[in-house]
């Protein structure tokens, strides 16, 4: 009688071996399958929050901000979230994780490691940023005068600065938490690391070989964990007939959202969406940020379906109290458009199955707010009961069996 399971093993290894299908490497840990997110053999839909401000938040220990992320998790948890995107970086002023070039706080980092562990107990995996395109929170531009140097993007480039850079992605990797004692690389929490927000650079050749460099140097570090770039979804020289869905046109920011995530070691794509700061304050009351946002998730489900093959994820979304025109139905209404677009892609198996918007606040970080806040109890919050309904819906989708072929 042939044995079974001798022969769906051999079978498994002959499938894996040709590259037809695809499993998390461990149990525990999400990993990819063509354009599909897996867990423990399970598709992944995904419903989260920005929070940039935990780190530091937990930090300060005299203004009891534990207490606050606890809070924040607690409520988000409670609407179903299960994905959050945060900072593993500060080079700013204030409570700086990274004093100067390999010198850290161990009071900020053991802030990191209780956001870690929070988030473990609530359920809630983390996308974790390794640095900021921006000056806030120190950002590229600290790390160049680190180095003596003046041009932003020599961040880039120079070798001096790049190794700084590497040698911050090796210690936060490879930093042993302080309360569960497992070394960050080693833990399931951990969604994904992210390699910058929102780069700029001027010259694209430049950005695609540093993404290239680091990616490779993450991976080489860290096989455990997916990783992607940061990037908001600008169409660049790749595909130039793409970069009629950009706002406004043609945007010069150095990226290029088709060759930046063929790169093989990056996981999955991303892309931001602001209409009411990228697009004219006109264009709200005529629809043109209500077709701007179809059309600019719509290309890039299609370019991740047809040319990256590679999950999307809209890790940035949300609409600022201080435009002209502002209402929480107005909000609701954007929340429920990009909602509505993910589920419908996850539905019908497409590749963006999930949205993490900006951003989750609490009533003691609300000073952090740039109108963009989503505060998750605060009197009727209509707001709140909308990300639960996308919670619940994605939850209820059925999922695939253990092994699936990939759509390569």
């Not at 850079?165 to 399931?188: A, C, F, M, Q």
């Not at 990056?266 to 931001?272: E, K, L, P, Q, S």
């Not at 435009?323 to 996850?346: H, M, Q, T, W």
Request: proline share 4%.
């Amino acid at each position: 009688m042939l044995n079974t399971v001798s022969f769906f093993f051999f079978l498994l290894l002959f499938l894996v071996g040709s590259n037809r299908i695809t499993v998390a490497e461990k149990a525990g840990f999400v990993g990819r399958n063509g354009t599909q997110f897996l867990l423990n053999g399970e598709q992944v839909y995904l419903n989260g929050f920005n929070a940039y401000w935990m780190m530091t938040t937990a930090a300060d220990t005299v203004s009891k901000g534990r207490a606050t992320v606890t809070t924040a998790l607690r409520q988000a948890s409670a609407v179903g979230m299960n994905v959050a995107r945060i900072w593993g970086f500060n080079e700013g002023d204030y409570l700086p994780l990274q004093i100067s070039p390999g010198s850290y706080s161990e009071d900020v980092f053991k802030g990191l490691d209780f956001v870690v562990y929070e988030a473990g107990r609530y359920k809630i995996k983390l996308i974790i940023s390794l640095v900021n395109n921006f000056e806030d929170y120190g950002g590229r531009k600290k790390y160049v005068e680190w180095a003596g140097l003046d041009e932003p993007d020599e961040f880039y480039t120079n070798s001096v600065v790049k190794q700084f850079y590497k040698n911050h992605v090796k210690t936060v990797l490879t930093r042993k938490n302080s309360i569960t004692g497992r070394v960050y690389k080693e833990d399931p929490t951990i969604f994904s690391w992210e390699l910058i927000n929102e780069p700029r650079c001027n010259c694209s050749i430049v950005l695609q070989s540093w993404v290239k460099e680091m990616a490779s140097y993450v991976k080489s570090i860290d096989s455990n964990h997916l990783l992607e770039i940061g990037l908001e979804g600008f169409y660049g020289g790749s595909k130039p007939d793409r970069t009629v869905y950009n706002p406004g046109g043609a945007v010069l920011t150095g990226t290029d959202f088709i060759s930046n995530n063929q790169v093989p070691e990056i996981d999955f794509a991303t892309i931001h969406i602001y209409p009411d700061s990228w697009l004219p304050l006109q264009s709200s009351r005529t629809g043109e940020q209500d077709e701007f946002v179809d059309k600019w998730i719509g290309a890039h489900i299609q370019d991740c379906d047809n040319i990256i093959k590679k999950p999307l994820l809209i890790t940035e979304f949300g609409k600022s109290s201080k435009f002209p025109g502002f209402s929480l139905e107005e909000r609701n209404k954007f929340f429920k458009r990009v909602y509505d677009v993910i589920y419908e892609s996850a539905r019908t198996g497409g590749p963006c199955t999930g949205g993490v918007f900006w951003q989750l606040t609490t009533n003691r970080t609300g000073s952090l707010g740039d109108g963009y806040e989503v505060f998750m109890q605060q009197g009727p919050n209509t707001t709140a009961s909308l990300i639960a309904q996308q919670s619940i819906k994605l939850r209820n989708l059925k999922y695939p069996p253990l092994v699936t072929h990939s759509a390569a």
